[in-house]
Antibody, heavy 126, light 107 residues
Framework: QVQLQESGPGLVKPSETLSLICTVS????????WSWIRQPPGKGLEWIGY???????NYNPSLKSRVTMSVDTSKNQFSLKLTSVTAADTAVYYC????????????????????WGKGTTVTVSS | SYELTQPPSVSVSPGQTARITCSGD??????AYWYQQKPGQAPVLVIY???ERPSGIPERFSGSSSGTTVTLTISGVQAEDEADYYC??????????FGTGTKVTVL
């Protein structure tokens, strides 16, 4: 059974860089897409982006200028860096495993996340 | 930016049927996915590719699509189904967006 665990500082100062790691256990990081999603307190979900195990990425345009994702297959981990944080970046951050492909029956691409970490709370405050 | 619109809340009595809609202009050409989130927990995938159900998800959860609206239906609602539900789908440039979320209350 694949499990994901987020880790990183729970408190980040404004203007600094938020750095999180997601460790994948019970399965290989290869052949899947890996996402980051966040949820501000009392609000809805926001998709941050995903990275394929080869390193190719797809970021939310609203965050693209500040986001970097990377993957370390030797450690079965992937990571998120978000620069120049403000209080608006305070949220629970989730990592998730994604399935990405093309369905020829409908002619659609698909992407869905079937395994999620429990989430980690990051507060931006001085 | 692209938006997926859901009703803020749906209330239903146990055993009845709950229907949650999600509207978006790109939905006629994209699959939609549904996630259930209970308080203090991570989201759980309940429907993918509009209407397919992951293993372990009860049969009372079903999905459908018609034009610019997709619908999550919970038949025979149980108390444990009380949660927030989010649709998820991309816009035409593969930017994935979550819906505004719907709180399902079991009366």
């Amino acid at each position: 059974q694949v499990q994901l665990q987020e880790s990183g500082p729970g408190l980040v100062k404004p203007s600094e860089t938020l750095s999180l790691i997601c460790t994948v256990s019970g399965g290989s990081i290869s052949s899947y897409y890996w996402s980051w999603i966040r949820q501000p307190p009392g609000k809805g979900l926001e998709w941050i982006g995903y990275i394929y195990y080869t390193g190719s990425t797809n970021y939310n345009p609203s965050l693209k200028s500040r986001v970097t994702m990377s993957v370390d297959t030797s450690k079965n981990q992937f990571s998120l860096k978000l620069t120049s944080v403000t209080a608006a970046d305070t949220a629970v951050y989730y990592c998730a495993r994604g399935h990405n492909g093309y369905d020829p029956r409908r002619g659609y691409y698909y992407y869905y996340m079937d395994v999620w970490g429990k989430g980690t709370t990051v507060t931006v405050s001085s | 930016s692209y938006e997926l619109t859901q009703p803020p809340s749906v209330s239903v009595s146990p055993g009845q049927t709950a229907r949650i809609t999600c509207s978006g202009d790109a939905l006629p050409k994209q699959y939609a996915y549904w996630y259930q989130q209970k308080p203090g927990q991570a989201p759980v995938l309940v429907i993918y590719k509009d209407s397919e159900r992951p293993s372990g998800i009860p049969e009372r959860f079903s999905g459908s699509s018609s034009g610019t609206t997709v619908t999550l239906t919970i038949s025979g609602v149980q108390a444990e189904d009380e949660a927030d539900y989010y649709c998820h789908s991309p816009d035409s440039s593969a930017t994935y967006v979550f819906g505004t979320g719907t709180k399902v209350t079991v009366l």
